[in-house]
């Protein structure tokens, strides 16, 4: 079975600054991974997924993330934040060829833009 | 935009009263999600429907809890009896691996 690890639970950066948040997964067979956004009272928006191909994937709102298949992560970066970008950030895992459409959350990471 | 669309949004009742969840699925995404959400647990993968049959509903306690898609255009949860462990933001999510799964905004469940 796959799980989801994201290593920190809240993040504050203050704003223009760069920031990365860590996820790392497990899984015995090849995976989908994908970031999603939750803005508060909201439901949960796709940043981002990877599929195959190249490992660097670029996702809305200015954020990217890269697939490391030897260390299992897939990193979410941004090189400039916005107060805008305070929300709650979820990793998410797949395997399609397990047999399981379902995701996988991680807990969430909470990032803090500060002025 | 095309999104998934859930009711009720909020939804406050008495312990051992019925409740029902309704979800609108995007047209066309042969593949329907609901999670659960709580602060403890996060976000929990309850069940999911492909082509509207059940595929897996292992992540839902089977003695209270229903999920049905009676037409491609509804997916329902039911919680009977409730209890006050429910209470949480319940999320519909279609769609697919390749184009991206789409969640609803979730009804927020109060069961007191």
């Known amino acids: 079975a796959q799980s989801v690890t994201q290593l920190d639970s809240q993040v504050p950066v203050f704003e223009e600054a760069p920031v990365e948040l860590r996820c790392n997964y497990s899984?015995?067979?090849?995976?989908?991974l994908f970031w999603y956004v939750q803005y508060p009272n909201q439901g949960l928006q796709l940043l981002l997924k990877?599929?195959?191909?190249?490992?660097l994937v670029k996702g809305i709102n200015g954020f990217e993330a890269e697939f490391n298949k030897s260390q299992t992560s897939f990193h979410l970066r941004k090189p400039s934040v916005h107060i805008s970008d305070t929300a709650e950030y979820f990793c998410a895992v797949s395997e399609p060829g397990g047999g399981a459409d379902g995701l996988t959350f991680g807990k969430g990471t909470h990032l803090i833009i500060q002025p | 935009d095309a999104r998934v669309t859930q009711t009720p949004r909020h939804k406050v009742t008495e312990m051992g009263q019925e409740v029902t969840m309704r979800c609108q699925p995007i047209l066309g995404h042969n593949t329907v999600f609901w999670y659960r959400q709580t602060m403890m647990q996060g976000l929990e993968l309850l069940a999911y429907?492909?082509?509207?049959?059940?595929?897996?509903d292992s992540g839902m306690p089977k003695d209270r809890f229903s999920a049905e898609m009676p037409d491609a255009t509804l997916a329902t949860l039911k919680i009977q009896p409730s209890e006050p462990r429910d209470s949480a933001v319940y999320f519909c999510?279609?769609?697919?691996?390749?184009?991206?799964?789409?969640f609803g905004s979730g009804t927020r469940l109060t069961v007191v």
């Open positions: 990877y599929l195959s191909g190249s490992t």
């Open positions: 429907f492909r082509n509207r049959a059940p595929l897996d």
């Open positions: 899984s015995s067979v090849s995976v989908y």
């Open positions: 999510a279609s769609g697919s691996a390749f184009g991206g799964y789409t």
